[in-house]
């Protein structure tokens, strides 16, 4: 699944899907990722009135762990084929 996110993210920003796109975007989503957001939407459904769904926030840490597992690999891809990472 994160790979299939991944390349639609790529084709979305222009971009080629290779291990320097998912390193920028490791680092835009590790940025923005704070584990207390899920918190902080479900007590803002809750003063709204809104319909609270806690499946972004619980998605973040997979999809963050996801991205790290997929440069991970390519670099070991990599170093199998005697070529630097990107």
Do not use: C
């Not at 835009?28 to 926030?57: C, F, N, S």
């Not at 619980?58 to 170093?79: D, Q, T």
């Amino acid at each position: 699944m994160v790979a299939a996110w991944l390349a639609a993210s790529a084709r979305a920003a222009g971009r080629q899907d290779d291990p320097s796109f998912a390193r920028w975007m490791l680092s835009r989503h590790e940025g923005t990722y704070d584990p207390r957001m899920e918190r902080y939407w479900e007590l803002l459904a809750i003063l709204k009135g809104w319909q609270y769904d806690p499946t972004v926030a619980k998605a973040y840490p997979w999809l963050i762990e996801g991205l790290r597992r997929r440069i991970e690999g390519s670099g070991r891809a990599n170093a199998d084929r005697g070529t630097r990472p990107d």
